[in-house]
């Protein structure tokens, strides 16, 4: 009587076969998941707008309850395209640090910043008089942060 032989590993032909298949899976699952990388960089660049002007209204806020209808002269003291400084200091509670990569920010002048997004600069300003934080809205880029 011949004994039942098990079999104990992969062929050549299985291994392959599962090799073809991730190789697909991973030509579909790449793109998408450099859009996710695109998106999360946007939505951190529409939270931190949305965070800095909500700052700034708080501040207005404050200002008026003690009598003083201003609102912050600058939202920060960090060095102008210096890598590393905290911005805005003087409205949040934890600043953001300074960095000329996609996703962060640069101060660019004493009351101008840049959000690198999209492998494009957003160029925002802060009015001192108005308190508007905000971008030129015929710029696409602005566009996508702020609307």
Avoid at 107 to 113: A, E, N, P
């Amino acid at each position: 009587m011949s004994a039942l032989r098990t079999r104990e590993a992969f062929t050549l032909i299985e291994l392959v076969f599962v090799i073809v298949i991730i190789g697909i899976l991973a030509t579909v699952a790449l793109p998408k998941l450099w859009v996710t990388r695109d998106d999360a960089i946007v939505s951190k660049g529409r939270a931190d707008v949305a965070t800095i002007r909500s700052a700034i209204s708080t501040i207005r806020q404050k200002n008026l309850l003690e009598g003083n209808a201003s609102y912050p002269s600058f939202l920060d003291t960090a060095s102008i395209m210096t890598e590393d400084q905290p911005l805005f200091e003087n409205i949040l509670d934890y600043p953001i640090y300074s960095k000329n990569a996609e996703g962060k920010w640069m101060k660019t002048g004493t009351r101008q910043y840049t959000f690198r997004v999209l492998n494009n600069s957003v160029a925002f300003d802060y009015n001192n008089t108005t308190g508007r934080f905000d971008c030129d809205h015929t710029d696409e880029y602005c566009k996508i942060l702020t609307h």
